[in-house]
């Protein structure tokens, strides 16, 4: 499976953006998608996940109410709908695949997920 995250850019706080992240194969269907974010200087951090039908979506307290994410299984691609932008939120975004979870849930642990995009820079000026 590959992933090709895009949609990245720089935009004034408040602004909105919406990330892609287009998978190759014909078991996207099946997996369990997520987006993660690392700015400089710290650690990789959840932002949110959705599960194989869309059905079930879990969100980092930082971005609820904010962002969404969404997927269309018939274009293999998930998406993350990122409004109220703030400074905090620069970072450079990765979208993940969880292909082994088959329950209903969804994994916020990046070590649960099997394969990893390229990631796409997100700058948010104040």
């Known amino acids: 499976v590959q992933l090709q995250a895009s949609g990245g850019g720089l935009v004034q706080a408040g602004g909105s953006l919406r990330l892609s992240c287009a998978a190759s194969?014909?078991?996207?269907?099946?997996?369990?998608m997520g987006w993660f974010r690392q700015a400089p200087g710290k650690e990789r951090e959840f932002v949110a996940a959705?599960?194989?039908?869309?059905?079930?979506?879990y969100y980092a307290d930082s971005v609820e109410g904010r962002f969404t994410i969404s997927r269309d299984n018939a274009k293999n691609t998930v998406y993350l709908q990122m409004n109220s932008l703030k400074p905090e939120d620069t970072a450079v975004y990765y979208c993940?695949?969880?292909?082994?979870?088959?329950?209903?849930?969804?994994?916020?642990?990046?070590?649960?997920?099997?394969?990893w995009g390229q990631g796409t820079l997100v700058t948010v000026s104040s």
């Open positions: 993940a695949a969880d292909a082994r979870r088959t329950s209903y849930s969804v994994s916020s642990r990046s070590n649960e997920y099997d394969y």
């Open positions: 194969g014909r078991t996207f269907s099946t997996y369990g």
């Open positions: 959705v599960n194989w039908s869309g059905g079930f979506k």
